[in-house]
């Protein structure tokens, strides 16, 4: 007996699902990024508006001023979707856990410089409330936000700022004690160097606009913050005391390049959709650069002292080129 063995080539009768297909056409295959965030925005059967909100729908574009044509036009280029996020997120969780037991198993936090430790806890403890801000004001936008290109990558960046404030606990906990936390929440509570951020987040907290929101925490604030801290500050950390610190920062440092790309290309597609929407968005970022250049120099005092206005000065120049770059005139 004799057998032909053959290759043979089966056309799938579908490349993707149908709502998909009538963006992409139907003869391509869909990405997993895409079949995750294309046209799955609920946006029919709602029964009845809010009865906290009775001027809009459960999911209504109209609660941002800005207008687009397709909220589908927003892209992440970092293609996150639950999978790819996680794993990315659990390769950088890996890095940082090393640090960390790095830096416990050699014993660099009690061989840490008094005086550099002492700012560092000045500095960095109270930023976890920062980040717990940011988490909530992250999670607002998913919720009011139109359109899962905008509102997925949301939620996320959510998670990564709670994440965030975990390891600046955890930092906390490692150069002191239990009391080190609890002095970081005196001082933001009480402490006049934190009062003008303070204010800052907690103004965020009641912006009714998603796209506005944006603008003030991911754009603007973190846009500022990051830089300065760090990166100016762990500099200057660094140069006195070794890069103990650097290496319990590391998250954030990274956390913040890769996710800019994203808020750059999100500003961008916002602002190139109309000159109204370039508008707006000019508007609330030139308002919002201006408070958190008032909230931060307080803060650039405590971590910088005397190079606090020279650093200041060229992260907000930065952050200016930057948004050019995403079509705002500042």
Not at 201 to 229: H, K, S
Not at 246 to 259: C, I, K, V
Not at 263 to 288: F, P, Q, R
Request: contains cysteine.
């Amino acid at each position: 007996m004799q057998i032909d063995l053959r290759t043979v080539s089966i056309k799938p009768i579908r490349q993707t699902f149908t709502h998909i297909a009538d963006r992409i056409g139907p003869d391509k295959a869909a990405s997993r990024y895409q079949e995750a965030t294309l046209n799955v925005q609920a946006d029919a059967n709602f029964h009845y508006r809010p009865t906290w909100d009775p001027d809009h729908e459960i999911f209504d574009a109209s609660r941002s001023k800005i207008v687009m044509a397709d909220w589908y036009a927003f892209k992440d280029p970092r293609q996150f979707y639950y999978a790819t996020y996680t794993t990315t997120r659990a390769r950088m969780q890996e890095t940082t856990e090393a640090d960390f037991e790095f830096v416990e198993r050699r014993g660099l936090a009690e061989t840490y410089a008094a005086d550099a430790k002492r700012t560092a806890l000045d500095v960095l403890v109270p930023l976890r409330h920062v980040a717990w801000g940011a988490n909530m004001n992250n999670s607002s936008i998913c919720a009011y936000g139109y359109g899962t290109a905008l509102t997925a990558p949301c939620i996320f960046q959510a998670m990564d700022q709670l994440g965030i404030a975990q390891y600046l606990t955890r930092l906390g906990l490692l150069f002191g004690d239990v009391a080190s936390l609890d002095e970081g929440k005196r001082a933001w509570l009480d402490e006049p160097a934190w009062q003008q951020l303070r204010r800052y987040v907690e103004d965020t907290f009641v912006l009714a606009d998603p796209i506005e929101l944006f603008v003030a925490q991911n754009l603007v604030l973190d846009g500022l913050l990051y830089p300065l801290i760090y990166d100016k500050f762990d500099n200057l950390l660094a140069a006195e005391a070794g890069p103990t610190v650097s290496m319990l920062l590391r998250f954030q440092a990274d956390w913040f390049a890769e996710t800019s790309r994203w808020v750059d290309a999100t500003i961008k597609t916002a602002a190139g959709e109309s000159t109204a929407n370039a508008a707006l968005l000019n508007g609330w970022a030139t308002a919002w650069r201006d408070r958190a250049v008032t909230a931060l120099a307080p803060l650039a005092d405590l971590a910088l002292g005397a190079d606090a206005p020279a650093a200041l000065t060229e992260v907000v120049s930065a952050f200016e080129t930057r948004a050019a770059k995403c079509g705002l005139a500042l």
